[in-house]
């Protein structure tokens, strides 16, 4: 009861005609930061804020205009995903695999459509979720000591080889050099430096960003042009749009699970988006099984991503609004913006500040119908941005991202790294080593090694601390069986498979 | 023709200040100030308020533009005010005591703090030792009994690298009430206070150390008990109610105060006018609002100490990073 006051208060806020001005003006900026490469939701929203301070904005009026750039980025992400291969931010990582496939078959505008509305639906799930359980929520998170965290993130390598899983091998040597990349810089927990030869511009560790624009943007600049000289490359062209409600339909049990999923991943601090969908795409992989077509053009793996990424956005908002902690880098730069507002995030932001709280979260459920609105009709103007034939788009997507780059460090070095990243990607792919779970391994490794030497530090060194708690145990069970199944289970299915067929046959 | 207004327009701006200005030296056309970090940290916080407060004290002739400049904890910026801005008397960076722990522990290679000018402070932030509300703990005495029987018996949660400002505060704290071994002494980093805080909230970790601001959130909420603030008089307004070390006989104090430095080689006229810039922002009612909007706390040394201030510290942080075998 007390929450629909709340929230009735929220609405009020929310649609008030400047705030829903500035709502719709970040769902669009949003969308095309997003779709463009290198530009993700925490760049997106870091360029913005100085606007927000310049338009001099009230608190509320700034962060709803943000939080509308942060899901906007969120949708935007497939639109470059789907077209050309290249995810707009990190978590559109996942859309790649299925998305591209499916714009290759011809079915371009089925992928954006199917990834607008399970993007909707996820982050549709975790909104109410944000409403129903944000004060429970963040007693929740709470629990999480380093050796919960350590057996979660414990869990997502586990599961990693079912993303690319055609050669485990490879899969794992793709983990271990994003790990091995992930120790250079400051040690943390020591702090001493880890492979930095005195080089200033290491000592902060590899930016996420850079890799990831490296890897993806310039590689794929790198394979166009070898392409190019020889035989040439198809273009893929945006078909009219024939989606039937059936096809919607069938992909509703998918937005749903990975809008759950995502929402839980997001809640937890330090877990975020890219975790959100890449774990939704396993599990949709695992739970669809030998039915689906996953990796070349399957719409669930369409949906499932995107759901999660979405679900898992809304999800960051819980521990940030509710605890003061970010759940993702963007959050992050969100309470950055909250401090300097002379806004204290903390426990008590939600009775000290309840008109903007509530005022962000309504303008949450508010800025996704915007955003479905804005993506269906408006495909097309997004798609004619990143259709222009590659030869013009990619240089200018290029120069985007070196620009983009460039705006957040004003450093040169970078570049020059992000290039080195490029040639990296641009060999890894020649070898067929994926390149997910590098910046997986990237993402993932400095968090879980911190965790387990915290873990260390509180028992003295008793291992036993990793499986002391209820929840350890869970995280850990679940872990050995994302391992273990597709090794047991797989073989039994192939067999019992075959011996259907030449029972059949 | 442009030249002859801008001449007279300069003659008529030194006129309207006061006398004693009136040969010295004056920022003409853009300042810059430069945050070694991204947007959203407390070095962008500093380059963006004083600038805005420089502006309306028209101590500045146009804008403060502030250049983010990220890298090695502000090392990246540091050694490109060393290196390529060498005489620019129109420039500050923002600095710390984050600058100054760095510089300590050597972790700007090749550089020390003699290669700048540090021109003043414009207010700190003062470090906190907490425990949630669950603690057995109830003052920093009691902890610090713990800790003098087992030296791993408490464990702290912080912001900072190993090392770093908040692991640091925990050893001036541990040192001054008499602790032994204080590299045994444990001390958890995490990415943020915020991280940390939740950890100790939570139950996993037994206390935090950090800065008062950061605590401000979950201590009016009730989750955490600050047993003591690192400053030399007790804070101002809400938190006056917060014991000091001092008073609990243990003598510890930890500013992380919030001021500028800036290139080296520049004329003794344009750095007194910065150091007499940041006086005057530092006397102003604008700066006192921005200073209570953000819970900073007062701390301004005279300009002719702050360098030697600076120095001290760097001083004795290099002691205690050698005591607990972080630097040789």
């Known amino acids: 009861m007390e929450t629909l006051h709340y929230l009735s208060l929220g609405f009020g806020v929310a649609l008030q005609p400047e705030n829903l001005m500035f709502a719709l003006m970040g769902c669009f900026?949003?969308?095309?930061?997003?779709?463009?490469?290198?530009?993700?939701?925490?760049?997106?929203?870091?360029?913005?804020?100085?606007?927000?301070?310049?338009?001099?904005?009230?608190?509320e009026t700034a962060l709803i205009m943000l939080t509308a750039v942060y899901a906007g980025a969120m949708y935007g992400g497939r639109i470059s995903s789907i077209l050309l291969n290249i995810p707009g931010d990190e978590p559109a990582m996942m859309t790649c695999l299925d998305g591209y496939?499916?714009?290759?078959?011809?079915?371009?505008?089925?992928?954006?459509?199917?990834?607008?509305?399970?993007?909707?639906?996820?982050?549709?799930?975790?909104?109410?979720?944000?409403?129903?359980?944000?004060?429970?929520?963040?007693?929740?998170?709470?629990?999480?000591?380093?050796?919960?965290?350590?057996?979660?993130?414990?869990?997502?390598?586990?599961?990693?080889?079912?993303?690319?899983?055609?050669?485990?091998?490879?899969?794992?040597?793709?983990?271990?050099?994003?790990?091995?990349?992930?120790?250079v810089g400051i040690d943390l927990s020591t702090g001493t430096q880890r492979y930095t030869f005195n080089v200033l511009e290491l000592y902060e560790g590899v930016d996420f960003i850079i890799a990831i624009v490296g890897l993806f943007a310039v590689s794929e600049l790198l394979f166009f042009i070898e392409e190019k000289a020889g035989a040439g490359r198809e273009m893929i062209k945006v078909n009219p749009l024939k989606l039937k409600w059936r096809e919607i339909l069938s992909i509703f049990p998918t937005t749903i699970r990975g809008g759950v999923i995502g929402f839980i991943a997001g809640v937890l601090p330090g877990a975020g988006a890219s975790l959100g969908s890449f774990i939704t795409y396993t599990l949709e992989k695992k739970i669809v099984g030998k039915d689906g077509y996953f990796g070349e053009g399957d719409p669930r793996g369409v949906a499932a991503p995107e759901a999660g990424n979405n679900g898992a956005s809304s999800g960051a908002l819980v521990p940030m609004l509710t605890l003061g902690v970010p759940g993702s880098g963007t959050t992050a730069v969100l309470l950055a913006m909250l401090v300097s507002l002379n806004i204290t995030p903390g426990p008590l932001m939600f009775t000290q500040n309840a008109e903007l709280v509530w005022g962000v979260i309504a303008a949450l459920l508010v800025g996704n119908f915007m955003l479905l609105l804005l993506n269906i009709p408006l495909v097309g103007v997004f798609v004619k941005i990143l259709s222009v034939p590659p030869m013009y788009l990619l240089p200018i997507v290029t120069m985007v991202a070196f620009v983009g780059i460039y705006s957040i460090s004003h450093s040169t070095f970078d570049l020059y790294f992000m290039i080195a990243f490029g040639v990296g990607g641009y060999i890894l792919r020649k070898l067929e080593i994926p390149l997910v779970p590098v910046i997986l391994g990237l993402l993932l490794g400095p968090e879980m090694e911190k965790n387990l030497r915290h873990a260390m530090q509180i028992s003295d060194g008793d291992w036993s601390i990793l499986w002391s708690s209820g929840l350890s145990i869970g995280l850990w069970l679940v872990a050995i069986i994302g391992l273990l199944l597709p090794v047991i289970v797989g073989p039994i299915l192939r067999r019992r498979m075959q011996a259907a067929k030449s029972k059949v046959g | 023709m442009f030249a002859a207004r801008t001449i007279k327009w300069v003659a008529a701006a030194a006129l309207a200040l006061t006398a004693s200005s009136a040969m010295a030296f004056e920022p003409s056309g853009k300042v810059e100030c430069i945050a070694p970090s991204d947007p959203g940290g407390g070095w962008d916080f500093t380059c963006r308020s004083v600038g805005n407060v420089l502006e309306e004290l028209e101590l500045v002739p146009a804008s403060v533009q502030t250049i983010n400049m990220a890298g090695a904890g502000g090392g990246v910026a540091y050694a490109h005010t060393v290196s390529k801005r060498k005489g620019d008397d129109q420039l500050l960076v923002a600095a710390s005591t984050a600058t100054t722990t760095r510089l300590a522990q050597n972790q700007f290679p090749g550089m020390n703090a003699d290669m700048v000018n540090w021109i003043g402070a414009v207010g700190a932030d003062y470090g906190v030792i907490a425990v949630s509300k669950d603690s057995p703990y109830h003052d920093l005495n009691e902890l610090m009994d713990a800790m003098k029987k087992d030296p791993r018996a408490v464990k702290f949660a912080g912001g900072s690298a190993n090392g770093g400002w908040d692991h640091l505060k925990v050893l001036i704290a541990a040192k001054a009430a008499g602790v032994e071994n204080l590299p045994r002494i444990p001390y958890l980093s995490y990415n943020n206070g915020g991280e940390a805080m939740t950890q100790v909230i939570g139950g996993h970790v037994d206390a935090f150390t950090g800065d008062i601001t950061e605590t401000q959130g979950f201590l009016k909420s009730g989750d955490l008990r600050v047993l003591a603030v690192l400053s030399d008089e007790r804070l101002p307004g809400d938190l006056s109610n917060i014991p000091t070390a001092k008073e609990q006989g243990i003598d510890a104090v930890g500013p992380n105060w919030r001021g500028f430095y800036m290139p080296a080689d520049i004329d003794d006229d344009a750095k007194k006018y910065w150091v007499d810039a940041v006086d005057k922002l530092y006397a102003s009612d604008q700066w006192k609002k921005v200073m209570k909007s953000n819970g900073l706390m007062p701390f301004h040394p005279d300009s002719s100490e702050f360098e030697a201030f600076v120095k001290q510290q760097i001083q004795d942080i290099q002691a205690l990073s050698k005591e607990i075998g972080l630097i040789q």
């Open chain 1, 101 to 183: 496939p499916m714009a290759r078959k011809g079915k371009a505008a089925e992928a954006l459509a199917i990834s607008a509305i399970a993007s909707f639906m996820g982050s549709l799930i975790a909104t109410i979720g944000l409403i129903l359980l944000a004060p429970l929520l963040a007693r929740f998170a709470l629990t999480f000591g380093p050796a919960e965290y350590f057996a979660l993130f414990v869990l997502a390598f586990a599961t990693l080889g079912g993303i690319t899983g055609k050669n485990p091998m490879k899969t794992l040597m793709a983990a271990a050099i994003g790990l091995i990349i992930a120790t």
């Open chain 1, 29 to 59: 900026i949003g969308t095309l930061i997003g779709a463009l490469p290198g530009l993700g939701p925490a760049n997106g929203v870091a360029i913005l804020i100085p606007l927000a301070f310049t338009l001099g904005l009230k608190p």
